[in-house]
């Protein structure tokens, strides 16, 4: 059987003559296939960089909040840690939770870095600064918490007795006889 032939007088549905038999090819007109148009769009190149800005500053705000809700990953992950260190006081739990201290505070130290690549005038970064403020005060609160479960921040009385001053005397005594503080 030759290729292109049709079987038993049927024809192919769907074959394509690919052979042109007409003298110009601008003769014959095609349909456009659905959803597409030959017209052309004339648009400003101002319109075209006003939405490439603002579809760069979508970008930068969403990047911004990304950045800003990172801390949450960190805060969960390091409470995990501090409940897996348990209570005492030993060397894994004492690393643990300076660990959780120090990376809040250089975190903190370092906000404008952190949101340098997102500054643009399109987009407000105080929203997104905040957030990541607050999740970084809460790994600072949850350190503390856990410097205070393990004993070692002085909130007790009995913790401060060696900076209080002696009791006056209120009475001595020497050689058996009593004397009293007051003549």
Do not use: C
Not at 12 to 18: L, P
Not at 48 to 56: G, I, N, T
Not at 142 to 165: I, M
Request: aromatic share 10%; charged share 20%; hydrophobic share 40%.
């Amino acid at each position: 059987m030759e290729k292109g032939k049709a079987v038993m007088g049927w024809g192919r549905r769907w074959a394509v003559e690919f052979t042109d038999n007409s003298t110009s090819n601008s003769s014959r007109e095609i349909p456009d296939p659905p959803g597409f148009t030959r017209s052309t769009q004339d648009q400003d190149d101002s319109t075209v960089s006003r939405q490439k800005k603002d579809a760069e500053s979508n970008w930068k705000s969403q990047k911004a909040w990304e950045v800003a809700q990172a801390p949450f990953k960190n805060l969960m992950m390091m409470g995990f840690m501090m409940w897996m260190a348990g209570s005492t006081v030993h060397l894994f739990s004492i690393g643990i939770t300076f660990s959780a201290l120090l990376q809040p505070l250089t975190a903190l130290q370092g906000v404008g870095k952190v949101f340098e690549p997102y500054k643009d005038s399109r987009v407000d970064l105080n929203a997104p600064k905040l957030l990541f403020i607050a999740l970084n005060l809460g790994g600072l609160a949850l350190g503390v918490w856990k410097l205070n479960t393990l004993g070692l921040l002085p909130t007790h009385a009995s913790d401060w007795v060696s900076s209080l001053s002696p009791a006056p005397e209120v009475e001595y005594s020497g050689g058996g006889i009593f004397h009293s503080a007051n003549p």
